[in-house]
């Protein structure tokens, strides 16, 4: 028994159970009883900790636990203002490990003393290894049962590959995804020739055997599965991979949009209804495509999160079949044509369920009005979303 819950859902009572059970520190575990001091030895030991955690299979660093031979004892917790001792801590984390840890999430949590505990959740990491590199150092740490240690050259040389091995399988991932999509092997037999796919992958999907299980847990979510440009869904049953919602229209059996949730995570939703030609004419109304597409996202993070899958998610947005199409701003005299049928559009991370989602997708749709003519998106003011 660990600390499984979402973060902002944890409670004191929740790290006495820690105590009652005797957790004891482990891989994916580690008490300590006073906050990092000031020293440079200290910090450079709270560094170790939490690259040791990404560079392994990730876990907790909870402060203000007192523990004896890495068995919990007493909860006691710290003379420590929250949001100012957290905004420290992760400035620590940024500027003396390299690259960044993406996902690190931390919080404090009030105790009915008037003192704090500090829970650091690190996330698995597929940008491994990180390297602590404050104040000039240069070292790798991982963990084991029995706590950090310091990488060799053979094991550093290791994590580097697989490392490039997880990102390759999310590529492979999407590119044989989008072959079947392009040959008509889907779910189910689908309208239309032109597509918009979004597919959201967490980092850990192909690391681990850990899966959902569908049967329990997708009636709680399954409201908040709508494919992307509908309000709903005609139909929703199981499937080999998952489970699978799709929509069609009255007059035919044919879907014009499906979501796909997979066992390990992955969200794969599907629409062509919001590519059909209109008034004879083949146009996308960009105004509601990247709202809509905003607004999904955001749901689409819901979902995750109520299953318990941890971020950072790899969001990928394609538009299929697309030669043909005139992007529209403003008036429909505002027309701009695609220079590619397929545009496969740039990879984006999201690091954690907090982010601000229209940020997030900036980069994907500046590529799209990149391949229509255009310098970038016009609904956007900086980073932030305008919608005008």
């Known amino acids: 028994m660990g600390l499984e819950k979402p973060l902002d859902e944890i409670r004191e009572a929740d790290l006495q159970r820690l105590i009652e059970n005797q957790v004891s520190e482990q891989k994916t575990m ?63 984390i940024r500027s003396g490990v390299a690259p960044r840890i993406p996902g690190v999430q931390m919080r404090g949590v009030g105790l ?10 690190v996330p698995e990491s597929f940008a491994a290894p990180h390297m602590l590199t404050y104040k000039g150092t240069s070292r790798f740490f991982s963990r084991t049962s029995n706590g950090k240690y310091q990488l060799d050259v053979a094991e550093i040389r290791s994590a580097f590959l697989l490392s490039e091995t997880a ?41 681990h055997a ?11 979510v399954l409201r908040h599965l709508t494919p992307i440009y509908h309000s709903g869904f005609s139909n929703h049953r199981y499937t080999f991979d998952g489970y699978l919602t799709y929509h069609t229209q009255h007059e035919s059996q044919h879907a014009d949009a499906h979501l796909q949730l997979y066992r390990n995570g992955i969200i794969e939703s599907v629409d062509a209804s919001f590519l059909e030609p209109y008034d004879n004419e083949m146009i996308i109304a960009s105004l509601p495509f990247e709202q809509r597409l905003i607004e999904r996202l955001g749901e689409y993070l819901q979902v995750l999160e109520r299953l318990r899958i ?47 989602v229209a940020a997030t997708l900036k980069p994907a749709f500046d590529s799209v009005w990149n391949s229509a003519g255009r310098p970038g998106s016009p609904y956007y003011k900086g980073t932030k979303w305008i919608g005008k």
């Open 30 to 92: 580690e008490y300590k009883r006073d906050l990092p001091g000031r020293s440079d030895e200290q910090r450079k030991d709270f560094l170790a900790d939490v690259s040791s955690f990404a560079n392994a299979v990730g876990g907790h660093l909870i402060y203000g636990m007192a523990a004896e031979s890495g068995v919990p004892m007493q909860l006691i917790g710290v003379e420590a203002e929250a949001d100012a001792t957290i905004l420290a801590l992760e400035s620590s």
């Open 112 to 121: 009915q003393n008037g003192r704090n505990t500090f829970v650091v959740r």
């Open 167 to 207: 990102a390759e399988r999310i590529r492979e991932f999407r590119a044989e995804r989008i072959a079947k999509l392009l040959a008509e092997v889907t779910p189910l037999q689908m309208e239309g020739g032109a597509r918009i796919v979004l597919h959201i992958v967490p980092l850990g999907a192909f690391a």
């Open 210 to 220: 850990s899966q959902i299980d569908i049967s329990k847990s997708v009636n709680d």
């Open 310 to 356: 941890e971020p950072p998610f790899i969001v990928m947005l394609s538009l299929l079949g697309v030669s043909m199409y005139g992007l529209v701003f403003g008036s429909r005299g505002g027309t701009d044509f695609f220079d590619r049928n397929n545009l496969i559009l740039p990879e984006v991370l999201l690091e954690n369920f907090g982010v601000d």
